[in-house]
């Protein structure tokens, strides 16, 4: 494989108590019932998805697309503010030592993520110069389990998608790994996933497969 694509939350960083906080601090102002198992569904989906997850739940009077697009900007405002807190130390030496271990060996390397925050989470942890190319919510119209996003990532790197192998925590994004064409890696959640052409327990682990 010439190229790694890795998802970014749950997998180089882990920001899902912030989106949990984020969402169910709207979903209180609006009396909408939200938990974590309802938060669970949203990983790995676009904001405008999420939102229509959580009105699922909603019973007032039908809300209009520009309602919506306030409520969604309402939840970035909160997010970006408790993204706004993390540092370098959010990322373990673990996943810095094998992204470093992984470039030296010639790979390259992006990111493959449906969040528009990618590049800001990056800045924040000081990861910006370790990836090659980002491929995130703002150059995408279609978020996973649909391949866009890996897609584009791998032409950013010039690289063929038979050569890339995808990095993902969720279900959803192996689906959209393997609809790009390109070989996947499941952690975390999806290291359960039968479809995942690798299963590994930890970051390092893939050493063993680079």
């Not at 960083?13 to 939200?34: C, N, P, R, S």
């Not at 669970?40 to 009105?55: F, K």
């Not at 992984?102 to 390259?108: I, S, V």
């Amino acid at each position: 494989m010439k190229a790694f694509i890795f998802d970014l939350d749950g997998v180089i960083v882990f920001t899902d108590k912030f989106h949990y906080q984020a969402w169910k601090k709207m979903a209180d102002e609006l009396g909408i019932y939200f938990d974590e198992t309802i938060n669970n569904r949203l990983r790995g989906v676009s904001r405008a998805e999420s939102l229509e997850i959580i009105l699922e739940k909603y019973e007032g009077e039908p809300l209009s697309g520009e309602i919506k697009a306030q409520m969604m900007e309402q939840k970035n405002r909160t997010y970006r503010e408790l993204l706004a807190t993390m540092t370098p130390d959010d990322v373990t030496e673990e996943v810095r030592e094998t992204l470093k271990r992984l470039r030296e060996r010639g790979h390259k390397l992006a990111i493959g993520s449906s969040s528009k925050n990618a590049g800001f989470i990056l800045d924040k942890v000081g990861l910006t110069d370790a990836f090659d190319a980002v491929s995130d919510g703002n150059n995408i119209t279609r978020s996973k389990p649909d391949p866009e996003v890996f897609v584009k990532a791998g032409e950013f790197l010039g690289v063929n998608p038979k050569e890339c192998i995808v990095v993902e925590d969720a279900y959803a994004g192996i689906d959209a790994a393997k609809a790009a064409g390109m070989a996947s890696v499941g952690i975390g959640d999806a290291s359960g996933y039968e479809k995942a052409d690798y299963r590994i327990e930890t970051f390092g682990e893939l050493l063993d497969i680079g």
